[in-house]
């Protein structure tokens, strides 16, 4: 008789059991960590698969057809991810994003996004629910997630320009697919929307511009990334970053702009508004000016563990209280405990450190914990 072996937890990347305290201290809507900064987000992947294989994402020479992606059943249900949301609401988290790999892949999505929506916080405020998308399903889905009360969508997308996109994504697929997705997105009101471009010096920079007058007046903002060195495998180089100060000067050049004040603390993303009325654009500086200073965001991975920061090479592993009949208020205590010894802040180390940041332990793949 052959023998089956059922794999409980990804263990490419280390994970330990959280403790549940002695003391179970209710929730209290507000939960800071040990350097003040409050918990305000949850990003949740609700998938480790992606049908694009961005070259700085996910690869394709490391997440080939022989790749082992995570089985169905290691996958945390859409019952265990709503009750984990709950959890975390309490302890004031008030924006929750879903994000992938690809999240529009994950079966009957909108039947989360319809569990999730009913969530309240304890003041009685719905969710500010998002999510990320490469856009390539977006057409298809859009109408249906905005009836299950999504409330808006981020789309990536690294270039107008066909023949560089096609490359970026490394499966032939056309821009024009992602446009028609963002146009249906933006007919059924899921917005405002957000465009995220990552910017690789030699690669797509170029097309900076390009974006920008492309959306320039349309109500969607585009937020300029630098290109960061999440996990291992994306072959990052200081060198192919462009730093957000000179994507501004490129724009400042053709279509002024000036500064914005952020919409809340911890925002990632700085702000600004085109000075003739034309909207506004943000760019996200996680290389050349860190800001894990005011960082309230939390990550859940497809398989339920915890992490503290995008760049993390060790997680807590939830789904071990969700399966192994902890109560609410036990996982209650375990998250505020976790929470509160946080001390997590790589990129502000990595910017004061002299040496290069391969010489820091191994990260999660980003197609792992969600952007």
């Keep these: 008789m052959t023998e089956t072996i059922i794999r409980l937890t990804d263990l490419r990347y280390p994970t330990q059991t959280p403790q549940i305290p002695d003391v179970l201290r209710p929730a209290t809507g507000h939960l800071e ?14 998938t480790d698969r992606c049908n694009f294989r961005c070259v700085y994402c996910m690869p394709k020479d490391v997440f080939d057809k022989d790749y082992t992606f995570l089985p169905h059943s290691s996958l945390l249900t859409f ?34 996004v319809e569990m999730l929506a009913a969530i309240r916080t304890p003041s009685g405020k719905p969710l500010d629910l998002t999510l990320t998308t490469n856009g390539s399903l977006l057409k298809r889905k859009a109408q249906t997630l905005k009836d299950a009360g999504l409330t808006r969508v981020t789309v990536s997308l690294d270039s107008l320009d066909d023949a560089t996109f096609r490359r970026m994504n490394d499966v032939d697929f056309p821009v024009a697919s992602v446009l028609e997705g963002i146009a249906e997105a933006q007919r059924v009101g899921l917005g405002p929307i957000k465009v995220n471009m990552v910017v690789k010096r030699g690669t797509n920079d170029h097309d900076i511009v390009p974006v920008a007058r492309h959306f320039h007046g349309s109500g969607i903002v585009v937020r300029f990334i630098e290109f960061m060195d999440v996990g291992t495998s994306n072959g990052w180089r200081m060198d192919d970053v462009l730093p957000s100060a000179d994507v501004i000067a490129r724009l400042h050049a053709h279509l002024p702009v000036e500064p914005l004040e952020p919409n809340y603390p911890g925002e990632t993303a700085q702000r600004w508004r085109y000075v003739d009325g034309g909207g506004e654009i ?24 915890l992490y503290l920061c995008l760049f993390a090479s060790a997680g807590h592993d939830l789904r071990a209280l969700l399966r192994g009949g902890a109560s609410d208020a036990e996982i209650s205590a375990a998250i505020g405990e976790i929470w509160a010894g946080r001390t997590d802040r790589y990129s502000a180390l990595r910017t004061a450190a002299t040496g290069l940041p391969e010489n820091a332990a191994p990260k999660v793949e980003m197609s792992y914990i969600g952007g």
Excluded: M, Q, Y
């Design 282 to 305: 943000g760019v996200i500086s996680s290389v050349t000016r860190a800001f894990c200073g005011t960082c309230s965001r939390a990550r859940l991975s497809t398989e339920g563990k």
């Design 79 to 112: 019952e265990e991810i709503e009750r984990s949301a709950r959890l975390f609401v309490a302890h004031g988290v008030e924006k929750i994003r879903l994000t992938g790999g690809e999240p529009l892949l994950r079966k009957n999505l909108e039947r989360l």
């Design 33 to 46: 960590d040990g350097l003040g900064r409050h918990l305000h987000d949850l990003r949740i992947s609700v």
